[in-house]
């Protein structure tokens, strides 16, 4: 799977549907045959789309862990709750359903983010207030998480 590029607004009519915009459409074609699957932000109260390739090898990880420790048949039920599998109707539009509409938020005005394979689908106010407001100043998070990476380079510290 390659990497998803882009942050875009659209609408959802009052049915939660919303039409993926033509951009986003285009990186997404050779997945939509197979399907996307919907589930609860983790971390974050919005949605995340994944297209099913990306989810398959996601749930082959998590189907890695041992279900006789509690904490990850916990992690499972917790990370699959919610989870829809969805497809585009005839004409592109996307249906979100409304038990992942209300964990949400989402109003009829959203953003669609890339987050590298998969998207986040939030509601636009929400979106605006969390990067308008970080928890974490995004240098300090930079170093913190990248700032070990070597590039490959194994001699380089």
Known sequence: ???II???ECKADAKGRLMLPTALKKQLMSQLENGFVLKRGMF???IELYPMSEWDEKMSKVNKLNRFVRKNVEFI?????GVKIVELDATGRLLIPKDLVGFSSISNSIVLAS???YVEIWDKAAYEEKLSNPE????TLAEEVM???NDGADDVP
């Open 136 to 139: 974490t100043d995004i240098a």
């Open 1 to 3: 799977m390659t990497n």
């Open 6 to 8: 882009g942050t875009y």
């Open 147 to 149: 700032g070990s990476l």
């Open 115 to 117: 987050a590298g394979t």
């Open 77 to 81: 039920r917790l990370f699959t709750a």
């Open 44 to 46: 974050e109260k919005c």
